[in-house]
Antibody
């Protein structure tokens, strides 16, 4: 059974940091590009960023809104994806989803975790 | 930020056909990038419904179909069922933002 299970969400103060994790099972994690997508009540779904696989040199890409503050990493030996979030502000409050990206002419997101809630508030 | 525009809501009676539009601009749909559609049932994560404009993943009923032309795309649901009540999002790539972008989302209500 395919599973993507996020963890690490919670309440953090503005300016603080948080690290999210995503444990993957049911498919060969190391073969795939992996992304983070977040969802807020006000802004809907927003792509956060991506990390390529080893063949892709683990290159990362980020949305303009998080570039320089967020860092995506992965540990293929643990089939795990990570999102390090620094300098958090209230606009980062959202449910964060770990997603698998697949290529069919263009990239889409074919597998999603259940998400973990991050609340940035004083 | 959502750069693909969708109607906030659509509704229909069971068995009817409803369509959801997704309007973009020249840097996303108009540039030839594919549109993909996701269904989000209440209190669950989004699920891939249509990929590459018109393709259904395994297990998605053929009641769901997608189309795209120029800067617009549409998702059609024929033979509407109560279980189709959900939020629907379109998604593509925008080369001016260098980012993947989602639509504003549409809530489908079965009357």
């Amino acid at each position: 059974e395919v599973q993507l299970v996020e963890s690490g969400g919670g309440l953090v103060q503005p300016g603080g940091s948080l690290r999210l994790s995503c444990a993957v099972s049911g498919f060969r994690f190391s073969d795939h590009y992996m992304d983070w997508v977040r969802q807020t009540p006000g802004k809907g779904l927003e792509w956060v960023g991506r990390i390529r696989h080893k063949v892709g040199s683990y290159i990362t890409e980020y949305a303009p809104s998080v570039k320089g503050r967020f860092t995506i990493s992965r540990d293929d030996s643990k089939s795990s994806l990570y999102l390090q979030m620094n300098s958090l502000n209230t606009e980062d409050t959202a449910v964060y989803y770990c997603v698998r990206a697949v290529l069919h002419r263009n990239w889409n997101f074919d597998l999603w975790g259940r998400g973990t809630l991050v609340t940035v508030s004083s | 930020q959502s750069v693909l525009t969708q109607p906030p809501s659509v509704s229909g009676a069971p068995g009817q056909r409803v369509t959801i539009s997704c309007t973009g601009i020249n840097s996303n749909l108009g540039a030839g990038y594919d549109v993909h559609w996701y269904q989000q049932l209440p209190r669950t994560a989004p699920k891939l419904l249509i990929y590459g404009d018109t393709n259904r993943p395994s297990g998605v009923p053929d009641r769901f179909s997608g189309s795209k032309s120029g800067t617009s795309a549409s998702l059609a649901i024929t033979g509407l069922q109560a279980e189709d009540e959900a939020d629907y999002y379109c998604q593509s790539y925008d080369n001016s933002l260098s980012a993947y972008v989602f639509g504003t989302g549409t809530t489908v209500t079965v009357l």
